[in-house]
């Protein structure tokens, strides 16, 4: 197949954006089959393959792109199934402009190769004709837990899985999937595509636990005394920061943990729902990430009249993906650049009647290489809102630090492992935003499959003695 010249990728179809703003469907919907092999004919085939040194799993993206140029799209997917066990998740929410396309030849003259966009076209490919088979792997006789159902987790399962261990996965929640099913809004992740790669990873033999909090209903020493030869902790980082100012105790504030977990777990937006939450008509976002934005597209789907996103630094610097960005602003999002919350402010009910804010100027760059935000004298303001989310990170449980013996944590909460995932505590591992704090769904499943590596190197190692 000739390589295709233009410097623009194919554009990826997606929901009208009146018409999506009030409905939880998925807004991408994905390339057809023409359109993904023009996509892939753009791809150079390098030798050298810079964009896989911006994949954190590795996957060979050069040859799973020359298989859609022959049309071989479940020889694409086994292409990717080597190196990732949730394509169609990362096809979805990677930040791959950021990661394996901003390495992409293309990219230096024009648009990078969609490599993300193909990788969910592979993916659905594969799911929608049902085409996955197992191989058969033998047993090790060896037993290994995982603590949480997260990419990392999965990601863990599913390399220790392919290579002979009995994998059980302990989740604390009635559902599997960690924050790709209590976090990621359907709109941009839905459940049946996180259901599909659990099925998957049954079909490969992996035990899924559900209901089961390690640390309460479970120890980490109870886990070995039943047998398991290593651990590898993968509880993502589920506990909210909070804005600490004044008014954050009142009625209509909400943290964007719970905001979205009530959404997308709990479904509160159904009448009968057992955990209802507030129909509000003005809400302010406080951050700037992609939690931020899905909290400010949830807030919009659930009728919302205005919803502000007040992040205190310049659009240049949020966080957040520029495709959800746009996406939020094509929908009616407000965006309040430069400006901090100061006080929520209540009525007599102390149900949140504004958000008082106050406008920031940037100064000279902090830690994190980004220009510090600075208070701009007598700038003050009142927001008149009723809901108040505040989307400002999360961070680790300390649950099983504080059940476990000989597991050190950072000073905020974060386990301490070497580069491969090693806890201080023999034959326990740890990776994604347990280690890390709140990262990308990528970077936690490739921690996953490196601490996988190492269990499997040091149990080899054990039985050799």
Known sequence: MAVNTSKIKNEMPVQDPKKRARNFDEVALGYTEEQAKNEAARCLNCKNKPCQSGCPVGIDIPAFIQKIKDGDYEGAYQVIAKSSSLAAVCGRVCPQETQCESKCVRGNNGEPVAIGRLERFVADYHNAHNLGKVDAVEPNGHKVAVVGSGPAGLSCAGELASRGYEVTVFEALHTAG????????????????????????????????????????????????????????????GLPNFMKIKGEDLKGV??????????????????????????????????GGNVAMDATRSALRLGAERVVLVYRRSE?????????????????????????????????????????????????????????PVPVPNSEFELEVDTVIAAIGTSPNPLIKNTTEGIDVQKWGGIITDEHGKTTRDMVYAGGDAVTGAATVILAMGAGKDAAVQIDNAIKAKNKK
């Open 254 to 287: 909400y943290s964007a943990n719970e905001f979205l977990t009530r959404v997308n777990l709990m479904k509160a937006y159904k009448a009968d729902s057992d955990t209802p939450i507030k129909h509000s008509k003005a809400v302010a976002v406080v951050g």
């Open 178 to 237: 960690g924050v790709l099913v209590y976090g990621i809004p359907e709109f941009r992740l839905p459940k049946k595509i996180v259901t599909g790669e659990i099925k998957n990873l049954k079909a490969r033999g992996v035990k899924f636990e559900l209901n089961t909090v390690i640390g309460k209903t479970l120890l980490v020493d109870e886990l070995f005394e039943d047998g398991f030869d290593a651990v590898f902790i993968g509880s993502g980082a």
């Open 316 to 372: 240049a610097e949020l966080p957040a993906r520029k495709e959800e960005v746009e996406h939020a602003k094509e929908e009616g999002v407000e965006f309040m650049m430069l400006t901090a919350p100061v006080e929520v402010l209540g009525d007599e009910h102390r149900n949140v009647r504004a958000l008082k804010c106050q406008k920031m100027e940037l100064g000279e760059p902090d830690a994190s290489g980004r220009r510090r």
